[in-house]
C-alpha cells in the first residue's frame, strides 16, 4: 500500500482501557511490533500505538491509545475517552476479580463516548492453571453491556489480529449505521 493510499485511509480512535496489569500494552505491542515482553513498567497516563487493518476490502487506520489502568490514574484518564470510536475493555481471564472490575470502565465510556464500539476481551489465556474466568462467563458479561467479546492471548498471539479486524469492522458498521 502506498502512503497516497495510507493516508486516504480512515483513522479512528480506539481506546484500550482495564485494571492494571490485564496486557492491555501487551496486546498492543503484540499486533503492533509481533513482539511480548514480560517486564513491562506498568503504563503512566497513556501509550499510543497504530496500525493499519483491513476490512471487508476497506483499510483503516487505528489510532490505540493505551491508557493506565492503576485506580490513581482513573481521573486523568476518563478525559482520554472523548471522540472515542471504540473501546476495548481488557480483563485478565487468570484474575476474575478483573471482569467484575470493567463495570467502571464501561459506565466511563457510556458517559465519554457512548457512541463507541466496545469490545470485551479475555486476556491470557494460555494461563490454565488455577481458576480462570470461563469464555462462557466472558461472553455473558460482554452481552449485558451489549459488546462484542474476543479471547486472546498476548504471550501467544493467539485472537490478537481478529480482535483488531473486529474493532475496526465494528467501527465501520457503526459509520455506516443510522445516527
Not at 497513556?46 to 482513573?74: I, M, Y
Not at 465519554?112 to 489465556?125: D, E, F, I, R, S
Not at 504471550?155 to 459509520?175: H, Q, R
Request: with cysteine.
Amino acid at each position: 500500500m502506498s502512503l497516497q493510499t495510507a493516508a486516504r485511509s480512515p483513522t479512528y480512535k480506539v481506546i484500550m482501557m482495564g485494571p492494571g496489569g490485564c496486557g492491555k500494552t501487551s496486546i498492543a505491542l503484540r499486533v503492533t511490533q509481533n513482539r511480548f515482553q514480560d517486564d513491562l513498567r506498568m503504563t503512566i497516563g497513556v501509550n499510543f500505538h497504530s496500525l493499519r487493518v483491513e476490512c471487508e476490502g476497506k483499510s483503516v487506520n487505528l489510532v490505540l491509545w493505551d491508557l493506565a489502568g492503576q485506580p490513581r490514574f482513573k481521573d486523568v484518564v476518563a478525559g482520554y475517552f472523548k471522540g472515542a470510536h471504540a473501546a476495548i475493555a481488557v480483563y485478565d481471564a487468570s484474575r476474575p476479580m478483573t471482569l467484575a472490575d470493567l463495570d467502571g470502565w464501561i459506565e466511563t465510556v457510556s458517559l465519554q463516548a457512548p457512541k463507541a464500539k466496545l469490545v470485551v476481551v479475555g486476556n491470557k489465556t494460555d494461563i490454565t492453571d488455577g481458576f480462570r474466568v470461563s469464555f462462557d462467563e466472558g461472553s455473558e458479561f460482554a452481552l449485558r453491556h451489549n459488546a462484542v467479546f474476543c479471547e486472546v492471548s498476548a504471550k501467544t498471539g493467539e485472537g490478537v489480529s481478529d480482535l483488531f479486524k473486529t474493532t475496526a469492522c465494528g467501527i465501520l458498521t457503526n459509520a455506516s449505521g443510522p445516527a
